[in-house]
């Protein structure tokens, strides 16, 4: 069997994984504040060369997902940030799937979560949300109440 990716709807994909990656390391550093992020620091977390950052950078740029003056720190755009936002909830539920139910390490399910993050059709993240949602209310069903709820 070979992935086709016109089955999933993924053919007209917006963006590549590697700047799907770079947006979601962005919003990882906006979480904590809105001070936006240095060339050098967005190089190391990525585990590439400044000038590779720079270049993913200015195609972000480019396409408006980012603002970045030169030497300056590098911000999301209203788009930039919606779609880290998508990556990273991908990436939270994916993670926290494959952790409930196949039971897999955390680092292991990091890892295949970015894998996964960007090839899964939304039919089938969809079903991973419900599922993960049905979860969540049986063990809220199931969970005794006691005088703190």
């Known amino acids: 069997m070979v992935y086709r990716p016109e089955v999933s709807g993924k053919t007209g ?3 590549t994984e590697s700047i799907e990656d770079y947006l979601e390391e962005i919003y990882l550093n906006y979480l904590g504040s809105n001070t936006g992020v240095r060339i050098t620091d967005l190089a190391q977390a990525m585990g590439v060369t400044k000038a590779s950052a720079t ?27 919606e779609t880290a936002k998508e990556v990273y909830d991908r990436h939270v539920t994916i993670t926290k799937f494959i952790r409930n139910f196949l039971n897999v390490s955390p680092e292991i399910a990091e890892n295949d979560a ?28 199931n969970h005794p109440k006691t005088d703190e709820d």
């Not at 270049?55 to 030169?70: F, N, P």
């Open 114 to 141: 970015c894998g996964i993050e960007h090839i899964i059709s939304d039919e089938t993240f969809s079903a991973i949300k419900a599922t993960l949602r049905k979860q969540a209310i049986r063990t809220m069903d």
């Open 55 to 81: 270049d993913a950078v200015k195609k972000m740029a480019d396409r408006g997902l980012v603002r970045h003056e030169r030497y300056g720190r590098i911000y999301l755009s209203e788009a930039g940030l």
């Open 13 to 15: 994909k917006r963006f």
